[in-house]
């Protein structure tokens, strides 16, 4: 079956700091890959997605960025982190095309800064 | 722009009534409707998937509804319990990323 993996939970990091936030999928091949921003009150914001390695594709601009070094592998970076970037991070996955299947989300890392 | 309404922030209903949640748009022809559950501070959880051109979709007590005319999704529970209380999220999406709602947190009293 397949599963998927996002750390670290909780993150509290102090503004201008790096940020590196990490999922990985198991149990399927070439899944589309998603990271999205839930903020209060403000529903869930798509960030970025990728539909295979190296390829990503940006929604929002900001000052975040997106990597898919693996098919399994999905990363969300930041150089320096503004107080904007609080929130809760998702990612998710699904196969097939990028709005017409069901997606299956990790539990989140709430980033808080300070 | 496309827009997304689901028809309150919160609903409170008694157990063994049926929910009925609604989601609106505007701007949009989505081929596909989802249907999510969030519990508090976990990812959301894949429901229900209806087509355009379905009107109707069941899932044990779930139900969905998809009129294209209305720009309206209904999503129905039934014999509720303290167990659906969540928040449910609707999404639309079709050859593009899927665009969420805000979602409504359903709360069933016993």
């Known amino acids: 079956s397949q599963t998927i993996h996002q750390w670290p939970a909780t993150l509290v990091q102090p503004v201008g700091s790096p940020l590196s936030l990490e999922c990985t999928v198991e149990?399927?091949?070439?899944?589309?890959l998603y990271w999205y921003r839930q903020a209060a009150g403000r529903g869930l914001q798509l960030l970025f997605y990728?539909?295979?390695?190296?390829?990503i594709s940006s929604e929002v601009p900001q000052n975040l960025s997106a990597s898919r070094p693996q098919d399994w592998q999905f990363i969300l970076s930041s150089k320096k982190l503004l107080l904007s970037d609080s929130g809760f991070y998702l990612c998710?996955?699904?196969?097939?095309?990028?709005?017409?299947?069901?997606?299956?989300f990790g539990d989140g890392t709430r980033l808080s800064i300070l | 722009s496309q827009k997304i309404e689901q028809n309150s922030e919160a609903l409170n209903i008694q157990e063994g009534k049926t929910a009925t949640l609604t989601c609106n748009y505007t701007?949009?022809?989505?081929?596909?409707l989802q249907w999510y559950r969030q519990d508090p501070g976990r990812g959301p959880v894949f429901l229900l998937l209806?087509?355009?051109?379905?009107k109707e979709k069941r899932k044990e007590r779930l139900k969905v509804t998809f009129d294209t005319t209305l720009k309206q999704s209904l999503f129905h529970i039934t014999a509720s319990q303290p167990a659906d209380s969540a928040t449910y999220l609707c999404?639309?999406?079709?050859?593009?990323?899927?665009?969420f709602g805000k979602g409504t947190r359903l709360s069933v009293i016993a």
């Open positions: 998710a996955w699904s196969v097939g095309g990028l709005g017409n299947q069901p997606q299956h």
């Open positions: 149990g399927t091949s070439n899944p589309n």
């Open positions: 990728s539909v295979g390695i190296g390829q």
């Open positions: 701007n949009y022809s989505p081929a596909y």
């Open positions: 209806i087509r355009e051109n379905e």
């Open positions: 999404a639309l999406g079709g050859n593009t990323p899927l665009v």
